[in-house]
């Protein structure tokens, strides 16, 4: 066994810290918008083995994955606490994101706070009051069985396809 391998040993940490560690660097990451694929950087994996001996840093496809899938069921789950069997109103926008993609963004309002549902990329949809209310309409549900909420109103704005909802 080389000494390389007897400072590791000494190093290794416990499955459950190892794990915690993966959830930190995943929202640490997400949190100041730096790509995964970060971890995969020569440099990165130099500092990562002399300031965080005996942990391992999860590659970008399992940050991407698994990890950011558990995230962000955590935040469900936490928006869920404050919002279940609360009174809801629900907010859509078309909008064009700074690639120029058109996307229709929802949100939903509980008890003055208002969430973040989901963006829709509208490429290559048709921008017609049918197709906003198809959108709507699947919100709606989403809103109702993720979040456990009672909607009571819809606003959008004035614009052409959403003058016929």
């Known amino acids: 066994m080389s000494s390389h391998d007897n400072a590791m040993e000494e190093f290794s940490r416990p499955p459950e810290v190892q794990q915690e560690f993966a959830e930190d660097v995943c929202k640490l990451l997400v949190t100041l918008g730096i790509p995964f694929n970060i971890v995969s ?12 001996p005996g942990l391992v840093t999860p590659d970008r496809h399992t940050l991407a ?28 926008d078309g ?28 490429s290559g949809k048709p921008k017609t009051g049918d197709e906003l209310f198809i959108l709507v309409k699947d919100d709606i549900m989403f809103m109702q069985n ?19 909802m």
């Not at 950087?41 to 965080?52: A, D, G, R, V």
């Not at 939903?108 to 706070?113: A, R």
């Open 146 to 164: 993720t979040y456990r909420v009672d909607t009571i109103a819809i606003t959008t704005d004035d614009g052409p396809d959403g003058k016929k």
């Open 95 to 122: 909008w064009k994101n700074i690639a120029k993609t058109s996307v229709i963004t929802s949100m939903m309002t509980v008890d003055s706070l208002s969430y973040l549902l989901r963006t829709h990329d509208m």
């Open 41 to 52: 950087h020569p440099e990165y994996k130099l500092f990562s083995q002399k300031w965080m």
């Open 65 to 92: 994955g698994s990890i950011l899938n558990k995230e962000a069921d955590k935040v469900i789950m936490g928006t869920r606490q404050h919002t279940e069997g609360k009174l809801a109103t629900y907010q859509c």
